[in-house]
T-cell receptor, first 111, second 112 residues
Framework: GDSVTQMEGPVTLSEEAFLTINCTYTATGYPSLFWYVQYPGEGLQLLLKATKADDKGSNKGFEATYRKETTSFHLEKGSVQVSDSAVYFCALSHRNTPLVFGKGTRLSVIA | NAGVTQTPKFRVLKTGQSMTLLCAQDMNHEYMYWYRQDPGMGLRLIHYSVGEGTTAKGEVPDGYNVSRLKKQNFLLGLESAAPSQTSVYFC???????????FGPGTRLTVL
């Protein structure tokens, strides 16, 4: 079945550092790929998505590119802020199939 | 526009007790989902619904039942709670499986 593997955390960075959170997937066909973010005490919210190969999703300074050849969708941000501290989830879905989530990566940004 | 709301926010049960968690959405979404979130396990899908009157099993359905009598509501029931069901439960809704899911704030359930 479909699965998502993302790097284990926690990840601790200083403010203004470069962020990469790795995400790879196993799936048949061409799923849609997502990054969700969960701030402390809240539910998840969509950060960005990509629906086909080579698409780049972007939002709030975060970017991820759908790489079919490496089955990856790594999340990047050039300069993190303390307010980016959260848990980040990579996920995939096919048409008519519910989202499959990775286990999440906790990011802590220190001033 | 309240989005997705969940009731209650916190609950403590004793083993063997029953309870129902209520999820409501005001976005006219067809799809609704119940997840549980446990440390180190990410989110796991319990049950979902693709429309009023329909339900389907997810990854971890055992010990739970659901009902979708109205399009805007999705109920999650625990008939006989067990300590293994201690978790944070999230409800979500969407227009479709490849569309953005909107999540509620969660219900923290402790079973003693």
């Amino acid at each position: 079945g479909d699965s998502v593997t993302q790097m284990e955390g926690p990840v601790t960075l200083s403010e203004e550092a470069f962020l990469t959170i790795n995400c790879t997937y196993t799936a048949t066909g061409y799923p849609s790929l997502f990054w969700y973010v969960q701030y402390p005490g809240e539910g998840l919210q969509l950060l960005l998505k990509a629906t086909k190969a080579d698409d780049k999703g972007s939002n709030k300074g975060f970017e991820a590119t759908y790489r079919k050849e490496t089955t990856s969708f790594h999340l990047e941000k050039g300069s993190v802020q303390v307010s980016d501290s959260a848990v980040y989830f990579c996920a995939l879905s096919h048409r008519n199939t519910p989202l499959v989530f990775g286990k999440g990566t906790r990011l802590s940004v220190i001033a | 526009n309240a989005g997705v709301t969940q009731t209650p926010k916190f609950r403590v049960l004793k083993t063997g007790q029953s309870m129902t968690l209520l999820c409501a959405q005001d976005m006219n979404h067809e799809y609704m989902y119940w997840y549980r979130q446990d440390p180190g396990m990410g989110l796991r899908l319990i049950h979902y619904s693709v429309g009023e009157g329909t339900t389907a099993k997810g990854e971890v359905p055992d010990g739970y039942n659901v009902s979708r009598l109205k399009k805007q509501n999705f109920l999650l029931g625990l008939e006989s709670a067990a300590p293994s069901q201690t978790s944070v439960y999230f409800c979500a809704s969407s227009y479709g499986t490849e569309r953005e899911q909107f999540f509620g704030p969660g219900t923290r359930l402790t079973v003693l």
